[in-house]
């Protein structure tokens, strides 16, 4: 196999939301440590999936990515360009490349616009259509995510879930990127529909090369569709592999309970699985624990663990570890 | 083994502006002395509907049991006065929710709403409530649980409000024990402690439960039979083994092949059902499932089959044997 490209490279990347208080003097009295110092990167036409539970972070990784968050530090490169240098109308340019499909179907899509004019909007936006083209091109993209392409005129709410998801799809399609942020797309969708997303972004994906970071907190999921997976705890990254080499070696503790978790749908193999169950909840990022992040929960924790931070090593080609048991 | 609730026919409509919702069209199942009950099915389908009718949960109206029994101990739920219900549920018969949010009283303390079923169904005065509702939420794996009868819900996390509620609905050790998607709020790691509660419990106390969720995994590894709900009718149930090895229903098979398992190995392509969850405007004189059926035949379309034995504790409402292709 060929040296894979990287598309985006991610360095040293924070993001803290302050905590204020006070009305009309607001004083800054912490941070939730949303994202705390991840370094990855995403190779050009592979799947990166992003697990981990709710909260830890995955979700402001992806929208710091696109700097629709901008980080508190590090760097974003994208085709080699670093993103949290460019503002205006650089950032906007690049912009057309990368695009997000958003979790909520209901949410996510103007209740007030037509289908059309949603799926059109960043064609007039970014100047690259108009007028009759703009419609030939919606047109078009609805076919593509297999809706008729009679539904421009319709709204949001005459639409199912799964459909509007596809609407969501579509738009982010139009401007022909290269690499689309999906923050847990299928989350909201009936498993019978699922499936259906997920079989047409795998299609798109053969049809126009794209490169996906796939945030879902379904593991099973996340191991069907994605090359490589990264697991997220608590702000920060605690183990990135190959997805057969995660699924099947996982050395981090978290990793570990966490693909025990995963019920199986066969009572066969249920029967005989052994579970590692964690105790407690996971901690506050406002104030998250000393050392390793993990450690108020993993069995294996030492005095170490307390006291030094594990460092992000990668102990066999392309497997990636923050732990000090490993 | 005693069967313990017997639902028979049970129908249960809702008006709406758009016209009269047919949610549970005609369900018929048993519950027997302490086996795990799995419902499964996806949104819509009529599962949470249906346990709602027979402990009289259903807010009327808009919400109407049309048809129906639901026996228990020789007495219908449904015909019961409000009274004699109200003896039942909590006491004999409880239900944990999914949403662990927004099941409690936000201003009474978690001591006070533990601690009210006993109150009420066993007389116990306050103190004693109480003592015994400390001792519960030990059970159920509450650090400090004396302390914490003092504080509110909101001073819980998800998972472990999900425990103060099924401590809640088990304190009064009831033979039944209704799961309503406990565990979709939580994430995986605490969905497993939870579940490995529920299964500890369960095993001590001896009761019945019965399990409904969207999520065929769980039901793997927690139920003793299975019923498959779709458009308001069950469409299949089995023994779980038989269930997940000879799924018979398109429904069954096509709700299994959607699914990505962990444990897979190498690529295959997920099987998706085409179109959408039949709209429960009208009660179809067909399959509700024949508009999205690759088997579908002439037959399927003018009658709507009925649950039809195919094996020993394996009943299946399709036209069509999936095995061969052929009209049963």
Partial sequence: ?326 | MTELLTVEGLETQFRTREGTVHAVNGVSFSLREGETLGIVGESGCGKSVTVMSILRLIPSPPGKVVAGKAIYQGKDLLKMSDEEIRHIRGAQISMVFQDPMTSFNPVLTIGRQVAEPLEIHMGMSRKQALERAAEMLAMVGIPNAKERLNDYPHQFSGGMRQRVMIAMALICTPQILIADEPTTALDVTIQAQIIDLVKRLRDELGMAIIWITHDLGIIAGLADRVAVMYGGYIIEMAQVDELYAHPTHPYTIGLLGSLPRMDETGHRRLISIDGLPPVLLEKPNYCPFAPRCKYAVERCWHENPPLMSVAPEHQVACWVDTQTGRER
């Fill in chain 1, 1 to 326: 196999m060929a040296e894979p490209e990287v598309l985006v490279r991610v360095e040293n990347l924070v993001k803290h939301f302050p905590i204020t208080r006070g009305i009309i003097i607001q004083r800054q009295v912490g941070a939730v440590h949303a994202v705390d110092g991840l370094t990855f990167d995403v190779y050009r036409g592979e799947t990166l999936g992003l697990v981990g539970e709710s909260g830890c972070g995955k979700s402001t990784t992806g929208r710091t990515i696109l700097q629709l968050y901008r980080p508190t530090s590090g760097s974003v490169h994208f085709e080699g360009v670093d993103l949290v240098k460019l503002k205006g109308e650089d950032l906007r340019r690049m912009r057309r490349r990368m695009q997000m499909i958003f979790q909520d179907p209901y949410a996510s899509l103007n209740p007030r616009m037509t289908v059309g004019e949603i799926i059109g909007e960043p064609l007039i936006i970014h100047n690259v259509a108009r007028g009759r083209e703009v419609q030939e091109r919606v047109e078009h993209l609805l076919e593509l995510v297999g809706l008729n392409p009679a539904y421009a005129n319709r709204y949001p709410h005459e639409f199912s879930g799964g459909q509007r998801q596809r609407i969501g799809v579509a738009r982010a399609l139009a401007l022909q990127p290269s690499f689309i942020v999906c923050d847990e797309p299928i989350s909201a969708l009936d498993v019978s529909i699922q499936a259906q997303v997920v079989n047409l972004l795998e299609d798109l994906q053969q049809e126009f090369g794209l490169t996906y970071l796939f945030i879902a907190h379904d593991l099973s999921m996340v191991r069907h569709i994605s090359n490589r997976v990264a697991v997220m705890y608590l702000g920060v990254m605690v183990e990135l592999a190959s997805r057969d080499e995660l699924y099947n070696h996982p050395l981090h503790p978290y990793t570990q309970a966490l693909l025990s978790a995963v019920p199986i749908p066969d009572p066969a193999v249920e029967k005989k699985r052994k579970r590692i169950i964690l105790q407690g909840d996971v901690p506050s990022p406002v104030n998250p624990p000393s050392g390793c992040r993990f450690r108020t929960r993993c069995p294996l924790a030492a005095e170490i663990c307390k006291e030094v931070k594990p460092e992000w090593r990668e102990v066999s080609p392309g497997h990636f570890v923050a732990c000090h048991m490993v």
